[in-house]
């Protein structure tokens, strides 16, 4: 038996962060997960360009690949997982990760691209404070290693 899926509350109460923009990088869709996400309502984020979430100093590689993206009709990260830092609207910095997919009109231009978004803040912090003690352990097990020679 087969149920049909409401995609609306599926939008609506999945974890992650689903935005969808336009082609030229409106927002069109904020779900709540988003909200929560980036601190934007959905009334402040909707009709707007996506450089509300995007770091200044990413948003030209940002727009570059978007355009390219838009123009081509391809992307590498439908399948692979981008990682980037984004923009809470306190101003702090997120470490986000997410795939896209393209949506089409019937002529088949990209209509819209769809971002699932997950906030890896935490684990971002948890690596890096990992790679700095392994650095600390390795310069002192190298120190000792020259005291001892």
């Known amino acids: 038996m087969s ?8 939008v609506q109460a999945v ?13 069109t869709l904020w779900n709540p997960a988003a909200q929560r996400m980036f601190g934007f309502t959905s009334e402040e984020a909707l009709g707007k360009s ?24 391809i992307t590498r990260y439908g399948n692979d997982v981008l990682r ?30 769809v971002a699932v978004i997950r906030d890896e803040s935490s684990r971002f912090a948890e690596d890096r404070a990992l ?3 392994l650095a600390e352990l390795e310069a002192r097990v190298a ?6 020679s």
Not at 15 to 27: E, H, N, W
Not at 50 to 73: A, S
Not at 143 to 148: G, I, N, Y
Request: net charge neutral.
């Open 50 to 73: 996506l450089d509300l979430i995007i770091p200044e100093r990413q948003r030209q590689r940002h727009w570059d690949g978007y355009q390219k993206t838009m123009d081509t009709g």
């Open 3 to 10: 149920t049909a899926i409401d995609l609306g509350q599926l």
């Open 84 to 113: 980037v830092p984004a923009v809470h609207k306190d101003g702090h910095t997120l470490s986000i990760a997410f795939t896209v997919a393209l949506l089409y009109t019937p002529e088949h231009k990209v209509a819209a691209i």
């Open 143 to 148: 120190a000792q290693a020259t005291e001892s």
């Open 15 to 27: 974890g992650d962060a689903i935005v969808i923009s336009d082609a030229k990088g409106a927002i």
């Open 131 to 133: 790679r700095k003690r």
